[in-house]
């Protein structure tokens, strides 16, 4: 074998392995995002118009922050990380303004001890390969759950009567 086929040999093998990573984390962000909806207990998968007119889906898969959210079913990678956003929305029939949306910003890519998902502006949570193979993602839906309830808390609204 030739040093240009030993290196044609490396790249296949550097490539599959890319190509696993990837493949790998993608699936791990399309899990973790599909199964929101059962741990929260969802009532169905769309919110509805006071019509009865089905909205947009309570949680969606995307790219880009706030106003520039935009829905994909497509993600991809760059040198072992994989960039995506999930658009959470909370209605309330009885609320002043019927619905909110929280866009949750990630990074995921792989560390030492499993799956390291950082989510902007709320710090690293770490899930085990084995808890991402079964489709445990406890970790990061508190961490969302906790910034969700920080943020919606109504004590840090300013009344002055």
Not at 40 to 51: I, N, R, V
Not at 115 to 121: A, S
Not at 140 to 148: C, F, G, P, S
Request: overall charge negative; charged content about 20%; proline content about 2%.
């Amino acid at each position: 074998m030739t040093l240009f086929e030993q290196l044609r040999e490396r790249y296949t093998d550097f490539d599959a392995a890319w190509a696993e990573q990837m493949t790998l984390l993608i699936s791990a962000a399309e899990n973790m995002t599909s199964g929101l909806g059962g741990y929260l207990g969802l009532p169905t998968p769309c919110w509805h118009h006071e019509d009865g007119k089905a909205g947009d889906k309570y949680i969606r898969l995307g790219k880009g922050s706030g106003e520039d959210f935009e829905e994909t079913q497509n993600l991809t990678g760059s040198q072992g990380v994989v960039s995506f956003s999930l658009a959470l929305v909370v209605d309330s029939p009885s609320a002043h303004r019927e619905r909110f949306t929280f866009v949750f910003e990630y990074d995921l890519k792989f560390c030492e001890t499993g799956y390291l998902f950082q989510i902007k502006l709320i710090g690293d949570v770490v899930v085990s390969a084995a808890n991402a193979r079964a489709g445990r993602f406890e970790q990061v839906y508190n961490a969302m759950l906790e910034a969700l309830h920080q943020t919606l808390d109504p004590s840090r609204i300013l009344i002055q009567k």
